[in-house]
């Protein structure tokens, strides 16, 4: 297959079905997800690995905005609540254009910074269990 590439440009991301996309600078699905631990009986064939459960989380950047229903105010006021999120990867590409879904825990986010700065956030939002990943384009 010969090489292909992609400047991030535009997603789509709703918390609770209120888009935020215009405030996020930067975004990472991160698959923080362990390897089973290796075990062995005493027959042939006896290895296998342990399951283990799901860990992924939503990595934001974002311009802070923290006007009535802004994504600094929003994440503030439904601090620790599960919530439904979608995030849309390419949206403006079919034939790249890749969703995951899923819930994942609010965190209220920290808030400051150098003075005459850019006012920016990072936050981490804990999914809840596996993000569903679909294909959305043709």
Sequence with gaps: MPPHNR?????????????FECQVQNW??????????KQYTQC??????????????????FFSDWRENGISDWLTQHDG????????????????HVQWTGQLYVRAPSVGGESRATE??????????????ARVGA
């Design 44 to 61: 042939p064939d006896g290895e296998f690995r342990e399951e283990t459960d799901p860990d992924y989380a939503l990595e934001l950047t």
């Design 7 to 19: 400047r991030l440009k535009q997603i789509e991301f709703a918390l609770d079905s209120v888009s």
């Design 28 to 37: 990472t699905m991160q698959n923080n997800s362990e390897d089973g631990e």
């Design 120 to 133: 920016q956030t990072e936050v981490t939002l804990q999914v809840a269990g596996k993000p569903v990943y």
């Design 81 to 96: 609540e599960l919530v439904d999120f979608t995030l849309d990867h390419h949206p403006n590409i079919p034939a790249e």
